[in-house]
């Protein structure tokens, strides 16, 4: 048996994995505990279902607790810090071309309301 033990700080039914222990009843390298008393903190599972390598994600283990249904969620890896700066700065610079081309076409609308050039 595989001992997993979840988040305990969500109400929700579906929690997170947070520690697992493929021994637990091992004598040297278990807890010490009986079924009931492991059953208190977390639950026993005879598989562990394998994640998917998708690249750029990070699997995290989830549990349903009513049915003890294994599955895993993925979300996105963080980039590093000069990836994303590298990614803000080009955003940046990609709205202010933009905002310029937006604010020119509004300029040239008003001349054509008005009749006048502005320039």
Excluded: C
């Excluded at 977390?42 to 990070?58: A, C, F, Q, R, Y």
């Excluded at 294994?70 to 202010?96: C, M, V």
């Amino acid at each position: 048996m595989i001992y997993l033990e979840y988040d305990k700080t969500s109400i929700l039914p579906d929690r997170r994995i947070e520690f697992i222990h493929y021994i637990p009843f091992d004598p040297e390298h278990g807890f010490g505990k009986s079924k009931e008393e492991l059953e208190r903190s977390g639950i026993l599972v005879d598989s562990i279902p394998t994640s998917s390598e998708k690249p750029n994600m990070i699997a995290t283990l989830m549990v349903k607790i009513e049915t003890k249904e294994l599955w895993y969620e993925y979300t996105e890896t963080p980039l590093p810090d000069d990836d994303r700066i590298a990614r803000l700065e080009k955003e940046n610079t990609d709205l202010r071309k933009s905002n310029l081309d937006t604010q020119e076409a509004i300029l040239e609308l008003y001349e054509m309301l008005m009749g006048t050039p502005t320039t």
